[in-house]
């Protein structure tokens, strides 16, 4: 269209109708629209994608007013409008911010007025989880997955506009009430005994997958001491050797079974023998030792079936080494053992919980005593931490070929286990629901024996619904519930099933559900269900609950004593773990795995990754205990590490599976959240990095800027594997795109600032490629597959950040961001704001997210102040 035309109209425009649809604009601002923006983001020249034209004055609608306080905050730096092209005066400015301001506030302040700043909202899965967990005293109750996925705002799942209700979701949640209320009744009527009974290694078939000549290339060895006993390593019937219904021989005590590979699933190894009969606590004893192993090889030319691996499909012209003969030594060293018990919940899909970890030691076998809760019928199973889990069962000779001084492994000879250990009987939970009314055993069932099923009913329902709710319950809502258990007694239900389906019926409920409160200051119980919800991710404990009761909770100092010992409590936990799951997207640790071909060291490494994230957490963890300052979000002088995690980073002289505090050296780029593997993992695909992906999420996530989202015109920016263009070239030219440079001009400097760390967070000089590159790589990897990749163009992590300032790495960079500390405080708080209060941060809130880091400046912003101040402010304290 002829711009000449549009010059000549749209004055006449302007004037016939107000520049922005909806409401009437404001003078001030209309006149400066006109004047110094248009030019740029009318409805034909949408810069930066902002259509000022056709922006509706309408600040009711939040995505419209989203849009004006971006519009505010542009002004209010002065970045725009560009000062090359408009002669807008300083006091012009001041005054159109300001209008701007007062009008953004004013709305959302009379919306608040009336709701609040939060809505209603339901329980996530999580939470639903941990309150029947608390409820039922049942601290390993799962029922977090038979729930629908939650809807999410900033992340978070604890806003009321994406917490929906669906019919879906409440079939859901009375299917996963029943479940755990089920679940709460089911044990045997008598009391079992506890008894002591010890299961030998060399009983348990699933300990020799890896024997033999079978295609997994004898990864299991019988030993006596440290002898090779291969005729009862390769005995076809060894589990046939005990008739029917007798015990095995006794074995000498320094039998074992040495295992050559870690563990996964399906295939693990351990001593299935064992079923727990019971759910409950056990008590472990297991003995075994570290152990070396060396073999000599041939090797096998394509035109014969290797020895050990028949039915191998290979190319003819591959050689392949195969083992002729082994011998076992003492280990050099400790080898970390993680111990932990596995449940069969569907066909193909287990569920485990851990038992613990011990380091198994070289010189002589030693005796480790573990306890733990385990599920009915779970078994124990094993995991030689530090040893690589071949994935294909013909190479892991290639693996420990590469070993010159031997291959590593763990001779277990045998675990003996005591339990169940039970303190008191019947269960909690049983007593939690039907009090001390006694039971018989019917049917395979618990049945609750009650004389008077009206009365009972009536006294048990009110004593469930008084812990359930977290708040006291109304008269009318408990007639509600217990005219329906009297419906049921009245038409032949059984007590039991009467009760389980109106306690169903109550967990299921609005007012169990939802956190409702009205608009103003909270009540005591709303406070503390709130308070309950942020630190403990639950229902309000005993103390809370006293507190509320006596109307003591809202008191500043009562609060904040309150706050203290939640932080302390065991079940804090919880809240570092779904915050940061939330806040970095911890949540999303394993949606991604390192290509094999081009990042062959990490295929099958669940240890890596365990650590990585428990990294976070225990930093996190520290900076509240400790009242560390936010700045080390973006850097610090220290971290926490168990060997694997000290190895990728490369800090010498740290060896077992313990985390412990480590200085880090002064130019370590590994310190903060910022530079930890936690963090580059998900920012990575598992095949490459993109400088796009990570710069958006530090200014989403970290620095608290987020970008507006592409033009969906514009192709997204692929990194190329084959190692011809580096990343940093192919954004140059997505940046010649002037629709895709303003953005880029903030989101790639902290991309490229951290492109010297790979797809796991490890340091890296240069990038990796399939095709092409100065240095070829060539071997097997850790899951025992060949690779080739090569060593490609050198990395730059230099920038120029938005401002102007330069960097020439991530450590320059960091010293950049930490010029602003407030800035990282700023978005700490206001991610916690999000996830305590379930309300997004709005522009009106402005004021008092910079009284709560003006109360915290003393502290230099230390984390556990700021979640003090927050729970102290308006803005906690209020709807």
């Known amino acids: 269209m002829n711009r000449r035309f549009i010059g000549i109209v749209l004055p006449c425009l302007i004037q016939l109708a107000p520049i922005c649809t909806g409401g009437q604009l404001p003078d001030t601002l209309s006149a400066l629209l006109e004047n110094h923006c248009l030019d740029c983001h009318d409805d034909l020249e949408t810069k930066g994608d902002l259509d000022l034209f056709s922006l509706e004055w309408n600040l009711k609608d939040p995505h419209t007013t989203d849009i004006w306080v971006k519009v505010h905050d542009r002004l209010a730096s002065g970045e725009m409008p560009p000062k090359k092209k408009s002669k807008l005066s300083q006091g012009e400015r001041v005054a159109v911010v300001a209008e701007l301001a007062g009008r953004i506030i004013e709305e959302q302040e009379t919306v608040a007025l009336k709701q609040g700043r939060s809505v209603s909202r339901r329980l996530n899965r999580f939470e639903y989880e941990n309150i029947l967990r608390d409820l039922l005293f049942d601290p390993y109750l799962k029922i977090a997955d038979l729930l629908p996925l939650d809807g999410k705002v900033h992340g978070f799942a604890k806003v009321g506009t994406a917490l929906d209700v669906s019919h879906v979701q409440v079939d859901a949640y009375l299917d996963a009430a029943e479940f755990a209320l089920r679940r709460a009744i089911d044990f045997p009527a008598e009391k079992p005994a506890s008894t002591i009974r010890r299961y030998h290694a060399r009983e348990q078939q699933v300990m020799w997958r890896g024997t033999g000549n079978a295609g997994w290339g004898r990864q299991a060895l019988s030993l006596d001491g440290l002898q090779i006993n291969d005729e009862d390593s390769f005995t076809k019937n060894r589990f046939d050797r005990a008739k029917e219904g007798e015990a095995y021989p006794e074995w000498p005590e320094d039998a074992s079974v040495a295992i050559f590979r870690g563990a996964y699933t399906p295939y693990y190894y351990g001593f299935n023998k064992f079923k727990t009969p019971l759910r409950g606590n056990y008590r472990f004893r297991l003995k075994a030792r570290s152990v070396l192993r060396q073999t000599d090889y041939v090797d096998w030319e394509g035109e014969e079936e290797p020895r050990f691996y028949p039915n191998l499909v290979l190319d003819a012209k591959r050689r392949f080494p195969t083992p002729i ?96 250990i039970i303190e008191e009987w019947p269960p909690t939970s049983y007593r939690q629901l039907f009090g001390e009314l006694p039971y018989e055993e019917k049917e395979g069932r618990i049945e609750t024996l009650s004389a008077q099923p009206e009365k009972e009913a009536h006294d048990l329902l009110q004593r469930f619904m008084q812990r359930a709710y977290r708040r006291p319950v109304a008269p009318k809502e408990f007639n509600r519930f217990y005219a329906y258990a009297k419906k049921l007694l009245r038409n032949g239900d059984r007590f039991t099933d009467t009760m389980i389906a109106t306690y169903s019926a109550v967990l299921a409920s609005p007012e169990f559900l939802f956190q409702c409160s009205q608009p103003g200051e909270l009540d005591d119980f709303a406070l503390a269900e709130r308070l309950a919800a942020f630190l403990g991710e639950s229902m309000l404990d005993e103390r809370l609950r ?161 970008p507006p989202p592409p033009p969906p015109s514009v192709p997204a920016v692929e990194p190329d594997i084959r190692g011809a263009t580096t990343i940093r070239e192919l954004l140059a030219k997505h940046r010649e795109d002037p629709s895709c440079a303003t953005c880029h001009k903030k989101i790639d400097p902290p991309g490229f600032a951290l492109e010297s760390f790979d797809v796991m967070g490890r340091w890296r000089d240069n990038y990796r490629s399939l095709n092409e590159g100065h240095k070829r790589i060539e071997g097997v990897g850790r899951s025992g597959n060949e690779f080739v990749h090569y060593l490609a163009k050198e990395i730059d992590d230099s920038g120029k950040m938005a401002e102007g300032d330069r960097f020439k790495d991530i450590l320059d960079f960091k010293k950049l961001l930490l010029r602003d500390e407030e800035a990282i405080a700023r978005n700490l708080t206001e991610q916690l704001l999000v996830y305590a209060t379930g309300a997004p941060v709005r522009f009106a809130d402005r004021d008092e997210v910079a009284a709560i880091l003006e109360k915290s400046r003393a502290s230099q912003f230390g984390v556990r102040t700021l979640i003090h101040e927050i729970v102290q402010s308006p803005l906690f304290r209020e709807k």
């Open 325 to 420: 003969n082994d011998r076992i030594f003492p280990g050099k060293r400790s080898e970390p053992v993680k111990v932990y018990s596995s449940t069969l919940a569907e066909p193909n899909i287990q569920s485990t919980l851990p038992i613990g970890v011990f380091e198994a030691p070289p010189d002589a076998p030693q005796i480790f005593k573990l306890e733990a809760f385990l599920e009915k019928g779970a078994m124990v199973q094993l995991d030689c931490m530090r040893i690589p889990s071949p994935m294909l069962p013909a190479l892991p000779h290639t693996i420990q070929k590469s070993d010159p001084d031997g291959y590593p492994g763990v001779a277990f000879h045998w675990l003996e286990v005591e339990g169940p």
């Open 546 to 706: 006293e507190l509320a009761e006596n109307k003591k909770l809202r008191n500043a100092d009562t609060l904040r004593s309150e706050v203290d010992r939640l932080l302390d409590k065991p079940e804090s936990e919880r809240f570092v773990q779904r915050f940061l799951d939330s806040w970095l997207k911890l949540d999303e640790i394993n949606t991604t795995d390192p290509d094999r071909e081009l990042y062959p060291e990490y295929a099958g490494d669940w240890w890596l990754v365990d650590s990585i994230v428990a990294e976070s957490r225990l930093f996190f963890t520290d900076l509240i205990t400790r009242n560390q300052p936010a700045r080390n979000v973006v850097d610090a002088d220290y971290t926490f590490v168990d060997e694997r995690l000290a190895r990728h980073y490369g800090i010498a002289g740290v060896y077992g599976p313990s985390f412990r505090q480590m200085p880090l050296a002064k130019q370590s780029p590994h310190g903060g959240i910022l530079t930890q593997a936690s963090v580059l993992k998900v920012t990575a695909n598992g095949t490459v990095t993109s400088p796009v992906l990570r710069g958006v999420y530090v200014m989403e996530k970290l620095l608290g800027d987020p």
